[in-house]
């Protein structure tokens, strides 16, 4: 809880000072101020916690990103390939995948992954199965394979 | 190192605004509503991100760099989120999607929709 | 290359607003403003260069918070009964699906 508060406050320093720009004093306290007022709702709200503020997740966060990141990449050139195509090279699909994932921030952060990337988005998460409509039917199978999952379970231990 | 700076950025801009007129085309081209959604996706994403990356380099200063990644951010945690509960929104008012196979149609058709 | 990226934005905001009057089903035409926001967002922040300001960046920040809060109210609303009843009357227009 203590751990989190710090990286709130951390958070909502840095947004502050790069959002503004100005260094008079006054200036200073006042946003020291409303960092401090947002505290205080925030814990009155009772939202602090593991799932606002996910640290236990931040060993494996950056390497995640970057598979991430080069799979955006890739997924990008295969979608604005098949625009210039035209609509006949497109084979759009429905699909229920089962996940492996226990925790609820596991499973938001895989249909997360799977919308972030396009040609495929999550349309519903129901229990352990997620219902995904792909561009290409190449694309399901490449999420039934598991790459992601695996990494997303990678993530959450 | 100016110059290599400056060309990187415009190499990144030229990229950028290819990525966001395919998006517009993938808009106006694909069949359904679902479809149209990745082309949208693609404009959300990579497009938006090369035109701030390159902007990232013609940036004069450290608060405006900072303020370019913050767009970047916002983006791309604002784009899936709009695309997710657009989709679940018109799935719910019985926006059937058009598919290719048969059999997925069978396997849409026995579940909860 | 910073006004032929301008331009470019241009063009695919143009395609956006399109969709948006051709649009078939209402989910089309909101699909079409959500763009038409992530691209106005892009096009400040590069008139901001092209003008030699960057204080337009805030701006674009606001307008980024202003365009997701915007869509999420419409299909938080798009949830309630009323707003079916009134997308059954419009359903002839989407007869294909």
Known sequence: ?157 | MDIIINISGALFLLMGSFLCISGGVGLLRFPDFYTRMHAVGVTDTLGAGMILIGLMCYSPDFLTFSKLVMILLLTLLIGPTTSHVLAKAAMHNNLMPKLQQEDNIEETSSSNY | MLIAATLAIFVAMILAIIRGIVGPTLYDRILAVNMFGTKTVLLISLLGFVMGRPEFLDIAIVYALINFISVIGVLRYSDTNKFKHTSADEKPLDKEY
């Not at chain 1, 989190?4 to 260094?23: E, P, V």
């Open chain 1, 1 to 157: 809880m203590k751990l989190h508060t710090i990286s709130l406050f951390l958070t909502l320093t840095a947004f502050w000072l790069l959002n503004s720009g100005h260094n008079t004093l006054l200036i200073l306290l006042l946003g020291l101020a409303s960092v401090l007022l947002v505290l205080v709702i925030v814990h009155k709200m009772d939202v602090v916690d593991h799932e606002s503020q996910p640290l236990h997740l931040t060993r494996n966060l950056f390497s995640y990103y970057l598979w991430l990141t080069k799979e955006i990449i890739k997924a990008n050139i295969i979608v604005v390939k098949h625009i210039w195509l035209g609509n006949k090279s497109i084979s759009p699909t429905l699909r229920r995948i089962k996940i492996s994932q226990k925790t609820d921030m596991g499973k938001v952060i895989y249909a997360n992954s799977i919308t972030l990337t396009p040609g495929t988005v999550a349309i519903d998460l129901i229990d352990d199965e997620v219902v995904v409509h792909a561009l290409l039917k190449q694309d399901i199978e490449s999420l039934l394979a598991g790459e992601m999952d695996r990494r997303v379970s990678q993530l959450e231990r």
